[in-house]
């Protein structure tokens, strides 16, 4: 499909910004080159990794040019974005832009957000909205400013979040939901038929906003004091990555780091303190919380693949009291 309009710069790294560009090329727009991150050593070998979206332009678009600058502000960088002299410059999930480049294209810069702005602002969204146990999120296309995540709306679009439905779902979800909104911002702009409004219109009186900070390690570890429900959706929030995690202490206080991907809540009343290890050492495997109990179905012990628990109890010896999570 070929289709006129404005001359495109795109910017993105992981794989969830590979498909807002990928239906921007099937629609026909006119994207002139590609800013990704530079390629970077990952994984225990630390060999050199490209990024999702420089993979993606080198293996279906070749002739798209692709620049991968260290620091946006650097004068080489800029000027060759002066010299491509985009009409509109896209962003999904790349990175903080200085104002000598947002501020180039005459019709624009605009973001993608995994979330209904102005709530989740910030690097983790769809983490934080399951973690909250929240019913509904969604993507915002709005212009970039001078702040974070701040700048006036474009266009939302709302969906229902799954009960069961982990972080890795509603990534997938709305990773399409998002570049399918990416396309209708283009051509609403294109067209003149969309008017960016300010994010204070979107706020409710008194309440305040939720944010989504970057997830550190020391963020994803269990608390067992916390009722089940709320452990459920801190699970599901962190699965698959970067995986809620605990350890296990035997009664002679060693310790067995532990992550756990998937659970299910049975409300209970009972005796026992929080964190305590029951297991039939066949199919169930559960911890007391404060209100019931957690049945964990998916579980990582340090140094072994990630399983069903039904798999992982096969290959361990487990006595129900005997062990407790912390």
Same mark, same amino acid.
């Given at each position: 499909m070929h289709?006129s309009?404005p +001359?495109i *710069?795109f910017m993105?790294t @992981?794989?969830f910004? *590979?498909e807002?560009? $990928?239906m921007l090329?099937?629609e026909? #727009?006119p994207v002139?080159?590609v %800013?990704?991150?530079?390629d970077r050593?990952? =994984?225990r070998?630390?060999?050199?990794h490209?990024s999702?979206?420089k993979?993606?332009v080198?293996?279906? #678009?070749?002739?798209?040019?692709l620049?991968?600058p260290?620091?946006?502000r650097?004068?080489? /960088?800029l000027?060759e974005?002066?010299i491509?002299?985009p009409?509109?410059?896209?962003v999904v999930?790349?990175?903080?832009l200085?104002?000598a480049v947002?501020?180039?294209?005459p019709?624009?810069c /605009?973001?993608?957000h995994a !979330? ?8 983790? @969204? ?7 146990g929240e019913k ?5 296309s /709005?212009?970039?400013d001078?702040?974070i995540d701040?700048?006036n709306?474009l266009l939302?679009?709302k969906?229902l979040i799954g009960?069961?439905?982990?972080? =890795?779902?509603?990534h997938d979800r709305l ?5 399918k909104l990416? %396309?209708?911002? %283009?051509?609403g702009?294109t067209?003149?038929?969309?008017k960016a409004?300010?994010?204070?219109? /979107?706020?409710?009186k008194?309440?305040p ?5 970057k997830?550190r ?7 067992w004091?916390?009722?089940?429900a &709320? ?7 962190? !699965?698959?990555?970067?995986?809620a #995690?605990? #350890?296990?202490?035997?009664e002679?206080?060693?310790k067995?780091?532990w992550k756990?991907y998937?659970? +299910? *809540?049975?409300p209970a009343s009972?005796p026992?303190?929080?964190?305590i ?5 066949k ?5 007391s919380?404060?209100?019931?109990y957690?049945h964990?179905r &998916? *579980?990582?012990q340090e140094?072994?693949?990630?399983m $069903?628990? %039904? ?5 361990? !010896?487990l006595?129900?009291?005997?062990f407790r999570? !912390?």
């Open positions: 289709r309009g +001359d *710069v993105g @992981p794989g910004a *590979v807002s560009l $990928r090329l099937a026909g #727009y002139k080159a %800013v990704t991150a530079p050593p990952a =994984g070998g630390k060999k050199i490209a999702a979206v993979e993606f080198n293996k279906e #678009y070749p002739e798209i040019k620049l991968q260290e620091k946006l650097d004068p080489v /960088f000027e974005l002066r491509l002299a009409d509109l410059i896209v999930a790349f990175r903080m200085p104002e947002w501020a180039l294209p019709m624009g /605009f973001n993608l !979330s209904l702005l102005p709530d989740y602002r910030g690097a983790a @969204p769809i983490n934080h909205v399951i973690m909250n509904q999120s969604g993507v915002t /709005f212009l970039i001078r702040n701040t700048g709306i939302q679009r969906t009960e069961e439905e982990n972080a =890795g779902d509603l990773m399409n939901m998002g570049a990416v %396309v209708k911002t %283009v051509k702009l067209e003149g038929s969309l409004r300010p994010q204070e219109d /979107f706020m409710k008194g309440i906003l939720k944010t989504a900070p997830i390690k020391e963020d994803c570890r269990i608390n004091n916390r009722p089940a &709320e452990l459920y959706n801190f699970i599901r929030g962190l !699965s698959p990555f970067p995986g #995690y605990t #350890y296990l202490e035997n002679k206080g060693e067995t780091f756990i998937d659970s +299910d *809540v049975e009972h026992q303190g929080p964190g290890l029951i297991t039939d050492g199919n169930e495997l559960k911890a919380t404060t209100d019931g957690l964990i &998916e *579980v990582q140094g072994k693949k990630k $069903r628990s %039904v798999d992982f109890l096969r290959g361990v !010896s006595t129900s009291g005997e999570f !912390s």
